[in-house]
Structure formats: C-alpha cells, structure tokens
C-alpha cells in the first residue's frame, strides 16, 4: 500500500529555495555593502567611520547571507508547500483517487479559494463517476452553470484593441 505523505515538507520546496534565495541576497547581502561604499565613496561618510563600516561590513555581511539562507528556506516553504500538496493532489486523481481533497494550513488563506475549488471539482467527479456519467454529460449541461452574460469567447470575437485595429 503506498503511504500517504503530509504536508509539504521542507525537501520537497528545497528546488525552490535557490530563486527565492537569490532574492534575498540581492536585499540583505548586495544591498548594504553597495549603499555604504558608494557613500564612502561620495564623501557623505566621515573618514574616521570608515575602518567601522569596513569592519561591519566584513563580519556582518556573512551572518546576513546566513539570515538569507534561513529566510529562503522559510518563505519557500510557506509560498510553495501548497503547490506542491496541489500537485501530489493532481496525482491521486490521475492514479485514481477520487476521495482526495485538499486541505491547507490555516495560514495559507490565499490559497483558500483553490481549495474550495478543488473540493467542489472533485464532489462532481465522483457524483459523474457513480452515475457512470462520462464526458457527454457536459455536453448536457449537467452540473454546468448558467453562461456569465460579462463572459466573453476571445477565440470568436477578440477585442479591436488587442489586435491593433482602431
């Protein structure tokens, strides 16, 4: 029986870690040394500041790129985690699984809307399944709801705008 797996979990956002960690090198680490030697430079820093600003830049600039590593981890997590639970998800139903519903962690609520989506995906699957209704009960409208008046078909009639004309 394949185990069922929880969560995220750290490993599986690590592939991630290396763009988001980027990002936080250029704010924590590229950021204060550029900023305090072009102001040395300038002259906007006193001279006898300069050997402390060295000094500073020397011991601190390390430990900030360490910060940057834990803050890459973290917040890849926390964006990721729930893209990669939406995926494994995909992947029970495509083996199978029609019981498979999602559920995020209380803080991920700008995923909330996802997960309600999917859920109510997933009650009309089964309920097409168990009424061995395949594909052609779309084309009958089953389940479907009423067309959005302010919905329209870009392929049958795209906006004058998008195509250059007037």
């Known amino acids: 029986m394949k185990r069922k ?9 690590l592939p991630w870690v290396l763009p988001t960690f980027a990002i936080w090198v250029v704010v924590l680490v590229v950021t204060a040394p ?9 002259g906007l820093v006193p001279t006898y500041l300069h050997n402390e600003i060295w ?18 981890i973290l917040t890849t997590a926390r964006s990721a985690g729930p893209l990669v639970q939406l995926g494994r998800a995909f992947e029970d139903v495509k083996q199978g699984d029609m019981d498979r519903r999602l559920r995020f ?19 009309v699957l089964s309920e097409r399944v168990e009424a061995g209704a395949g594909p052609e009960a779309e084309d009958q409208g089953a389940t479907r709801p009423p067309p959005d008046e302010n919905q329209q078909d870009l392929a ?10 007037g």
């Open 34 to 42: 550029i900023l305090s030697i072009t102001m040395m430079l300038s």
């Open 55 to 72: 000094f500073f830049l020397l011991t601190r600039t390390p430990a900030i790129a360490v910060a940057g590593i834990g803050l890459a």
């Open 5 to 13: 797996l929880r969560g995220s979990g750290y490993k599986h956002t």
């Open 156 to 165: 049958l009639s795209p906006e004058p705008s998008l195509l250059g004309e």
């Open 105 to 123: 962690r209380k803080d991920d609520r700008a995923y909330r809307g996802i997960e309600k989506s999917f859920n109510e995906m997933m009650v």
